[in-house]
């Protein structure tokens, strides 16, 4: 698979073959329906990471003591979703037959859709944790059923009721609450303060962990394409990441940073951060 951008991620630096996480962005935009830009986020956040150390005083980790490799970005073809979608899944294909976890930096969350799928094809009782301050619940945006706005019941199509646990939504249509209500998906409007009883529940099953960092109250984090007021807090994303710590995370990503649009460069921090943390969680989750 043809790369590009090869900054590297601090701490990283470690061969695919020896590697058990393999990082790579998927820097694609094409169905973003207002504030466009997340494609830069790879980029920004790999460059930004320079500001932070490896090790992790939250987890008492340190990406040093971890096999971690960063193999940059795909290069993909930003006219055509459908191209886009079987580059990123061929990918992965190749990080989870070598028994590696995949950690993807987007990139718009369509770019989640066709990670889960290749995960799915090896965990068929993977279960999928969302963060997120939208439903995505759609069955198509504009007259397009693959979107951004779609992703989330993409995945559902495949996976069913009660493999899809959504946390901080606070932004829908009505008809997505209604669905979701009848027990397709599980939604914890506003917070997360439900999120350790799921954790108990699923136990030991194999994970997927989805953040969309619009999440973040746009006063932390305004670098994002739909900023949505009414969110968490940086520090409750680390109670987050603390309480999925013990869960088995076979995959995860991090999307929705479109870094020029916070020039204070204060997002693309906090977008870094947050993905330095979710890795050092994954390391210590053991497929």
Known sequence: MEMFNKYCFI???DTFNE???VLFGAPFDGTCTFRPGSRFGPYKMRIDSYGLETY????NRDLLDYKIHDAGDLDLAFGNPLAVMESIRKFTNEIVFKNKKPLMIGGEHLVTLPVVEALYEKYNNLVLLHFDAHT??????????LSHSTVIKKIWNFLGDNRIYQFGIRSGLKEEFLWADKGHTFINKFSYDKLSDIVKKIKDKP???????DILDPSVF??????????ILFSDMIEILKTIDLLNIVGADIV???????PTGVSTAVASKTLRELMLVMCESKI
Do not use: H
Not at 137 to 145: C, K, N, P
Not at 222 to 230: H, K, Y
């Open 136 to 145: 995505d619940l759609r069955d198509e945006f504009m007259g397009e059923s």
């Open 56 to 59: 992790s005083p939250y987890f």
């Open 222 to 231: 305004p670098g994002t394409g739909t900023p949505e007021p009414g969110g």
């Open 256 to 262: 929705e940073l479109a870094p020029d649009y916070d």
């Open 11 to 13: 701490g990283c630096e």
């Open 207 to 213: 994970v997927y962990v989805t953040i969309d960092l």
């Open 19 to 21: 590697s058990e996480i």
